[in-house]
């Protein structure tokens, strides 16, 4: 079939709505553009026009866009006003949330429009009293930027879910920062490191505000596609959209036996059959 053809099918097939969408209220589905990220190496504009023109209705930039100009910026906003798709989110290092690295930050996102400045990865932490220090790094962004309409977020990785004693360093994020910093779930690790992301997402009602929707098999690891294997997306929507407080998703796909646009194409595809 073709893409249009396969995506009408699809959509046949799964037509009924599903059940569990909270109160008919319409979640955005978009795409973490890491899972592209070698073809926006080669050509941004292109890339971001492909992934709108498969349906999705917002992406989410990664590390290297902190390097932009501001009026590089502005042309992607551009794009994306043109193509009617939306940014509330970008990932960021660690340097991003220092006095230094966060007018720039600030400055880009809102180029963007997006909501929320969030934090991908802590680098080195040895041990609780420096996840307590990542919390108050968090803490402090977060209060410089709520002046101009924004907030921080927190993404987890596996390392995040390792206890250390007998605390997992997620839970000493979510205890120690403000309830309006976002908790951006990572399925797939929460799923790899044997836990439960449906009691974490019931577990913290109002910060799961946005989700990465990439799989996990023991089998295939993150090659995986969305909706391929025995996961508990419905479950797992039940919770974000009932408990979690939900704003978005994204789907992400880390790894595949497919090219990246195809691979993003059909985790779409088999969102929409599984959503209706």
Not at 69 to 74: E, F, I, L, P
Not at 247 to 257: A, P, V
Request: glycine share 8%; with cysteine.
């Amino acid at each position: 079939m073709d893409a249009f053809s396969r995506r009408a099918f699809l959509a046949l097939a799964g037509a009924a709505p599903f059940a569990l969408r909270a109160a008919g209220k319409h979640i955005p589905i978009g795409l973490e553009l890491y899972s592209v990220r070698e073809e926006l190496k080669k050509d941004l504009p292109t890339t971001v026009n492909a992934v709108a023109k498969m349906g999705y209705e917002c992406v989410e930039f990664y590390a290297p866009y902190y390097e932009w100009t501001t009026d590089y910026a502005k042309q992607v906003r551009k794009q994306l006003d043109d193509l009617r798709i939306r940014c509330y989110s970008t990932h960021n290092d660690r340097k991003v949330f220092t006095t230094e690295g966060l007018p720039k930050a600030i400055e880009l996102n809102k180029i963007l429009g997006t909501h929320y400045i969030v934090l991908a990865h802590p680098g080195t932490v040895a041990d609780l009293d420096g996840w307590k220090r990542v919390a108050d790094d968090l803490n402090a962004a977060n209060k410089t930027m709520h002046a101009d309409g924004l907030h921080a977020g927190y993404h987890n990785h596996d390392l995040e879910w390792k206890p250390i004693g007998d605390q997992k360093p997620l839970q000493v994020i979510a205890a120690n920062t403000d309830k309006s910093i976002m908790l951006q779930l990572d399925v797939g690790t929460c799923l790899e490191t044997g836990n439960d992301p449906v009691a974490w997402i019931e577990s913290h009602p109002g910060r799961i505000r946005s989700m990465h929707l990439k799989s996990w098999t023991a089998e295939k690891g993150y090659r995986v596609l969305f909706g391929e294997g025995d996961i508990p997306w419905k479950q797992i929507f039940n919770a974000a959209e009932t408990k979690g407080g939900v704003e978005y998703y994204l789907m992400e796909q880390e790894e595949s036996d497919y090219p990246e646009l195809e691979a993003a194409d059909r985790c779409l595809v088999a969102y929409r059959s599984m959503r209706g």
